[in-house]
């Protein structure tokens, strides 16, 4: 089958630095997104890795490894604003978009 | 508008009753997109559709039906709700038909039902 495991809940420090890691088994691989979805709200696009390395677009960063079938979602300067969840999904052979439950991250002062 | 809207923004509904849940894009996106989100599940595909005329099932699709008259309008149908319905939905667009124009979805604010 397919799956998508991520952490369930994450805690870090305003201003820290923080990794979501996100591991994957789909048949096929055309692609890996982060979507931030904060608490009562729609999910909305972060991020998109297709090949190898490193992707970074301002505070957040996000890199894939596809031989592992790993992707991190890497935060810097943490503020307040951040405490969300971050989910993973996956886009398989067919371009169906497999999610993972998501990572909620709470940001203390 | 701009964006994509969803109506009720929720919705108490009795065992049995029929609901209809309505959204509608004004980007011309291509595809749309019906999800469900459960706490520790992530989000589920109901239906999709990839074009005006056409739609396809997702992965939970028993007891929803769509359709998709034109490219705006996408609603869901639940025939005869039951409590296992009780969830949040969420109305999806993407602008392209392959790879990341497909893939890269915009969400609309969702719609929380509960089933007595």
């Known amino acids: ?19 979501i890691n996100c591991t994957y088994q789909t048949s096929g691989f055309n692609g890996l997104f982060w979507y931030q979805q904060h608490a009562g709200e729609a999910p909305t ?7 190898d390395g490193l992707e ?17 979602l890497l935060l810097k300067e943490l503020q307040m604003k ?7 999904a996956v886009s398989d052979s067919n371009y169906q978009l497999i999610w993972g439950a998501g990572t909620k991250l709470i940001i203390k002062p | 508008i701009a964006g994509i809207t ?13 609901m209809t849940l309505r959204c509608t894009q004004d980007m011309r996106h291509n595809a ?23 739609t396809g099932k997702g992965e939970v699709p028993d007891g929803y039906s769509v359709s ?3 490219t705006d309008d996408f609603p869901l149908t639940l025939a005869s ?7 949040v939905y969420f109305c999806a667009s993407s602008p392209g038909t392959s790879g990341r124009e497909y893939n890269e979805q915009f969400f609309g604010p969702g719609t929380r039902l509960t089933v007595l």
């Open chain 1, 1 to 19: 089958g397919q799956n998508i495991d991520q952490p369930t809940e994450m805690t870090a420090t305003e201003g820290a630095i923080v990794q």
């Open chain 1, 45 to 51: 696009f972060l991020s998109y890795n297709v090949l």
């Open chain 1, 56 to 72: 970074e677009k301002g505070r957040f960063s996000s890199f894939l490894s596809r031989s592992k079938g790993y992707s991190y």
């Open chain 1, 82 to 88: 951040d405490s969300a969840s971050y989910l993973c």
């Open chain 2, 6 to 18: 969803q109506a009720p923004t929720s919705q108490i509904l009795a065992a049995g009753r029929r």
């Open chain 2, 32 to 54: 749309m997109y019906w999800y469900r989100q459960d706490l520790g599940l992530g989000l589920r595909l109901i239906h999709y559709s990839n074009t005006a005329g056409t």
């Open chain 2, 68 to 70: 998709r008259a034109n």
């Open chain 2, 81 to 87: 709700a039951v409590p296992s319905q009780t969830s």
